[in-house]
């Protein structure tokens, strides 16, 4: 008797399927809006079929089995360029994060819009001034009857302006609270009434992400996850997932890149050298490294500070690629209106979000190899 959610079979039933079920994306909409209208396609299809439902609790709108189902049909679906990994990497940081903390009925009544993709949802942490030092954050929540009331700003919040809910951290506790136990984190609907979202724009050109205002801001005590000064435990345990399941699809999406740097280094009669070698090693060493974190959360372990390592390498083979990719193809990121451009502006991100190069190193150091502080 063979089983369905045996992780080879998985893949080769999931294979067959988008074979049969044509998902590509529109050649002509590269925006970021028709890539998150695109997100939510796939998503839907995929959540109709089943697809998108297992490695997910039943009691959340899922289908059961192991984690690494999710990993799989990450790694199929960006790979092949169906969906681009940025809003897919939500879906993974923050189904996770409600399923843990949300109430059951809340986590059962609002996960599945998330997993169907008939919403798109982000994250609130980072504010001026608080984004390595997270536990400094000003935006406060006060408490007035059932409800609590919340002011402050936050920034750099990725695809606000198309988000239905946001995951918020604010400060509940007094002076005298210890910052780690003065955060509390709620699931907030984004058009509630006082909430002001502005788009930014990168230097990729995309208005990625956004500043969101919260003036007087009145929230439901059923929407906080956790309990109060819960916060900074949830944010500590969503950071790893940012570096787990999502990693592996960003790292298929990477490897279709490189393939394509191949063609197009071939075309323009250059020799494949041993840069190309030295960014697949470093592509390599990284999905080895991703592939025994998927083994270790599908076994149920708690992922912490290692997955830091796996931070470290994503970004550090992410910048090698498009490094590569502008010493390789004269003119490419400086001249040309490409795909390639747009990538390489937005890969010196990578040692930016989900915790600077430097704090992961800070991590790595203190917390894993016990240095010290110094
Ligand atoms: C593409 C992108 C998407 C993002 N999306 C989101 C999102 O959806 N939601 C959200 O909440 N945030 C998001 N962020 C924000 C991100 O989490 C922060 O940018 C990040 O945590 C760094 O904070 P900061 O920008 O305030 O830099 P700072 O913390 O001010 O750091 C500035 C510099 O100082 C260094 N530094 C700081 N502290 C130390 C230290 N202790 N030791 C050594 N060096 C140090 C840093 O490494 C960095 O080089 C996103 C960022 C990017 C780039």
Known sequence: MTDPLEPAQFRSRLVAWLGENDLTPSADDHSLQGHLRQFARVQRALYDAGWSRYGWPEAAGGLGGPDILRAIVGEEVVGRRLVEPGPYSMLEVLAPTMIDYASPALAAEMVPKLLSGEEQWCQGFSEPGSGSDLASLTTRATPRGDTWVVNGQKVWTSFAQFSHRCILLTRTGDADTP?????????????????????????????????????????????????????????????????????????????????????????????????????????????????????????????????????????????????????????????????????????????????????????IARRLLDLGKE
Request: hydrophobic share 40%.
């Open 179 to 363: 910052n780690h136990e003065a955060i509390t984190a709620f699931f907030v609907d984004l058009d509630t009434p006082g909430i002001t979202v502005r788009p930014l724009r990168t230097m990729h050109g995309v208005d990625e992400f956004c500043e969101v205002y919260f003036d007087d801001v009145v929230i439901g005590a059923d929407r906080m996850l956790g309990r109060p000064g819960d916060g900074w435990r949830l944010a500590m345990d969503l950071l790893p997932y940012e570096r787990s399941t999502c990693f592996w699809q960003r790292i298929a999406y990477l490897y279709s890149r490189f393939d394509a740097l191949i063609g197009e280094v071939k075309n323009v009669g250059q020799a494949v050298d041993s840069d190309m070698g030295e960014a697949y090693l470093a592509l390599h060493t990284l999905r080895c490294r991703s592939r025994a974190t998927q083994h270790r959360l599908a076994e149920g372990h708690k992922l912490g500070p290692d997955t830091s390592i796996d931070k470290v390498l994503l970004a550090g083979a992410e910048q090698r690629l498009y490094d590569t990719a502008r010493d390789l193809l004269p003119g490419v990121i400086e001249l040309d209106d490409t795909e390639w451009r747009t990538e390489y502006l937005y890969s010196r991100a990578a040692t930016i979000y989900g915790g600077t190069a430097e704090v992961q190193r800070n991590i």
